[in-house]
């Protein structure tokens, strides 16, 4: 019997067996998919802490503007008493409990921001893993698909013998 000139000399075998190539494209899928929901997952949780970044950047302006207002009201309050006059000591406690909440608000802004640089990190690399994940998987595609012309050209050729 004559062995066709297309098949290997050497035993071994040129391209993985289907049932491989059904596992192996099924896993790749599997990655492709956790890859995605990775993903999904880093882009809902930077917009989350971008809104948390929104409201507390609001807050710290409004906080910032009654502190002004206080200021202004305590500067009115000392220009229409005597220079000697002291501040009153509510308008102290005032002044001090919103210095308080505007560095407190000023540590949660700073935070918030090295939270939404490290998840824009993290979503580059999702995405990155991502894009590998489908030039994988188009590759193994491929690959299956020319083993299945191979396949079907044998075939034929097994039929005219």
């Not at 896993?27 to 949780?45: D, K, N, P, V």
């Not at 308080?100 to 935070?111: D, M």
């Amino acid at each position: 019997m004559c062995m066709p000139d297309f098949l290997p000399v050497h035993p071994g075998r040129t391209s993985p067996e289907p049932e491989h190539q059904d596992e192996q494209m099924q896993q790749i899928i599997a990655e492709l998919e956790r890859t995605r929901s990775e993903l999904f997952t880093e882009r809902s949780r930077r917009s989350r802490v971008e809104e948390e970044l929104s409201v507390a950047r609001e807050a710290h302006t409004q906080l910032r503007a009654e502190l002004a207002r206080v200021r202004r009201a305590t500067r009115e309050d000392s220009h229409a008493s005597d220079a000697a006059t002291p501040r009153s000591s509510d308008s102290e406690a005032t002044i001090a409990k919103l210095k308080n909440q505007i560095k407190k608000l000023k540590e949660e802004l700073s935070s918030s921001q090295e939270e939404a640089r490290q998840l824009r990190g993290r979503q580059g690399a999702a995405a990155a893993g991502l894009r590998r994940a489908s030039r994988v998987a188009e590759t193994s595609l491929r690959e299956l698909l020319a083993g299945l012309e191979q396949l079907k050209t044998l075939s034929t050729s097994l039929d005219g013998t």
